[in-house]
Nanobody, 117 residues
Framework: QLQASGGGLVQAGGSLRLSCVAP???????????MNWYRQAPGKQREVVAT???????NYTDSVKDRFTISRDNSRKRIYLQMNGLKSSDTAVYYC??????????WGQGTLVTVSS
């Protein structure tokens, strides 16, 4: 239900923008959904990085505050994660996630971000 893209290899200090689209979700279901970006680094548990509610409220894990920005475009059923000032510790597979009714929860397939120091 979710398709993530935009990962790649970037040098430390660089930027990437991740995108996630929900092509099969109808707008009336997508719009109120809480959308999240998670990441999972090698050998570590998956963690939530950023959240955006249906009305645009955002929340970030402390390690990415002031560097990452989550946003959404409801008309295109997309969310984005703008990542600036990337660090080697940001290297991970990034997943988009949707939570809402009536479906419960959807996950995307993940996109790899590698930050070289």
């Amino acid at each position: 239900q979710l398709q993530a893209s935009g990962g790649g290899l970037v040098q430390a200090g660089g930027s990437l923008r991740l995108s996630c689209v929900a092509p099969r979700m109808i707008t009336s279901t997508f719009n109120p959904s809480i959308m999240n970006w998670y990441r999972q680094a090698p050998g570590k548990q998956r963690e939530v990085v950023a959240t955006i509610t249906g009305v645009g409220r955002t929340n970030y894990t402390d390690s990415v505050k002031d560097r990452f920005t989550i946003s959404r475009d409801n008309s295109r059923k997309r969310i984005y994660l703008q990542m600036n000032g990337l660090k080697s510790s940001d290297t991970a597979v990034y997943y988009c996630n949707a939570v809402g009714r009536p479906y419960g929860e959807y996950w995307g397939q993940g996109t790899l971000v590698t930050v070289s120091s």
